[in-house]
């Protein structure tokens, strides 16, 4: 299969994941300021930081990819 292009299965499972993945985000940066523990802020921290370079990774893949049936 050519690289600059998906299969309709495809987006719509990166379109899944990415709805997933900014759930994820979202409930991390809320999650950051209620929680006490130092080192839970930064798994927290850390996971906010790698989940918007997900999702901007996906976001990339459905812009640049043309879908194939």
Do not use: Y
Not at 14 to 19: A, D, M, V
Not at 26 to 31: D, E, L
């Amino acid at each position: 299969m050519d690289n600059n292009k998906l299969a309709l299965h495809e987006r719509m499972e990166i379109h899944e994941i990415l709805t997933f993945k900014n759930l994820c985000l979202t409930k991390a940066s809320t999650m950051q300021g209620l929680v006490g523990c130092e080192q839970l802020k930064s798994i927290l921290l850390t996971d906010v930081s790698e989940g918007k370079q997900h999702v901007e990774q996906l976001n990339n893949l459905l812009k640049n990819r043309e879908v194939i049936s």
